[in-house]
């Protein structure tokens, strides 16, 4: 299968600390795959490297077939940050409205993604005012508008309650059933089983790079937290 | 479209805001009804003074607004999210532009008719070149605000630019003390000012009906605001350490 994103020793330092030393993996096409590890091990600087925000990567990063960064993916790959990058003074539907437009998007596309994140009851309520599980949500609902064959999301159910976080993980394994391949991040590890696919990261590195199960097969264990946990002492 | 698209998004986040809309229009209107008052007992200073006012009233407004909505667009992170969109650097700084042009063009519209119809400000050249020149300089400010941005980490820091710079350069234009009489050096320094340009190009439309007198300021303005665009679009970057 087609790689989606294939990471050849990619590098990262800022300042004097090495943020990502030399990561290499391939992420296959139409998959979720989940990019997990404890806060501050690297894992939005991965993202930003694949986007091709972040600067002075050393090592190659090739997104979709092309060079990460590159104008042709810009309407490609849809990225979430953590933090919801979305207009607090506008609406949830003129925000979408507004991106709409820059992604080329039919308008009938504004109400149906709105209705998607389940925000259908607040589209016409202003962004500041939502709770942080909705704003959150508005910020996904603008990526998933050109109908990007990647999505990176940073994150994206932190703060949310169980119901709505079930129904994100199936919006995303039915877009993956589309041939979209979504990255997503989290630092809980429940999550990782709905995941077709794993990444572990610890400081800086890849731990590993498979399938949940087999990931349990090879640490012998029967939960992921004590996989990660035995991939760590040893 | 992209550029009409972003004017029209940051229109509807002014809409959101209609005190802010409020201030924009209302204090420069007060503001020129109080210097007419103050001079009241000599209306050839106010006909001096008052239309320089008209040009420095956009600047002023255009500069904090521009600064404040670019920096908190830089620090919510939605600029950096539409860099990664579609988008040309130059349709987010043209749309800003637009945006606000439309802004300044209500303020001028308003503090102009007050000014020449109820105050009795006397201007020899036409109302329509008076309004041009407060367009540019509103234009001046937005593209020197949105430059002004990338250099403040918060938004008491960009309130903080204007009096740091714009107040010298009011300070040096030629209204408090006419240039030639200023030092050799403040001289020079007020040629760098693109303030200076635009009090003298509303002292041009004040003082002849020659539209060909202010020809030359209004070039200097215009490549001012170039200027300002083109380092603008290079703080604008795609990719961020």
Partial sequence: MAAAIELEEVAVRRGDRDVLHGLTAHVPAGQVVGLLGPSGCGKTTLMRCIVGVQAHVRGRVTVL???????????????????????????????????????????AAVDATIDAVGLSSHAGA??????????????????LLGRPRLLVLDEPTVGLDPVLRQELWTLFGN???????????????????????LLLMREGALIADEAPAALLDRTGTTDLEQAFLRLVQS | MNALATARRVLLQLRADPRTIALLLVVPCVLISLLAWVFDGSPGTF????????????????????????????TTGTLERLLTLPIRKLDILLGYALAFAVVALAQTALVSTLALGILDLHVQGSPALLVLVALLSALLGNTLGLLGSA????????????????????????????RPMMARPLQLFSNACPLTYVVDAMQGVVATTEASAVT??????????????????????????
């Fill in chain 2, 47 to 74: 006909d001096r003074i008052g239309p320089v006012l008209l040009a420095v009233f956009p600047l002023v407004t255009m500069f904090v607004v521009t600064s404040v909505t670019t920096l908190r667009e830089r």
């Fill in chain 1, 65 to 107: 077939g092309r060079s990460a960064g590159a104008p042709e993916l810009r309407s490609e790959v849809g990225y979430v940050t953590q933090a919801p990058a979305v207009y607090g003074d506008l609406t949830v539907r003129q925000n979408l409205q507004y991106f709409a437009r820059l992604l080329r998007a039919p308008a």
């Fill in chain 2, 151 to 178: 250099f403040a980490a918060t938004e008491f820091q960009a309130v903080q630019f204007l009096p740091a710079f714009v107040l010298p350069q009011l300070l040096v234009c030629g209204l408090f003390v006419p």
């Fill in chain 1, 126 to 143: 202003t962004v500041s005012r939502l709770s942080g599980g909705q704003r959150a949500r508005a910020s996904l609902a603008t990526a």
């Fill in chain 1, 175 to 197: 877009l993956a059933g589309t041939g979209v391949t979504l990255l997503v991040s989290s630092h809980v590890m429940d999550e990782a089983g709905r995941c077709d696919r």
């Fill in chain 2, 216 to 241: 030359g300021d209004l070039l200097v303005i215009a490549a001012f605001i170039l200027g300002s665009v083109a380092l603008g679009a290079l703080t604008l970057r795609r990719r961020t350490p």
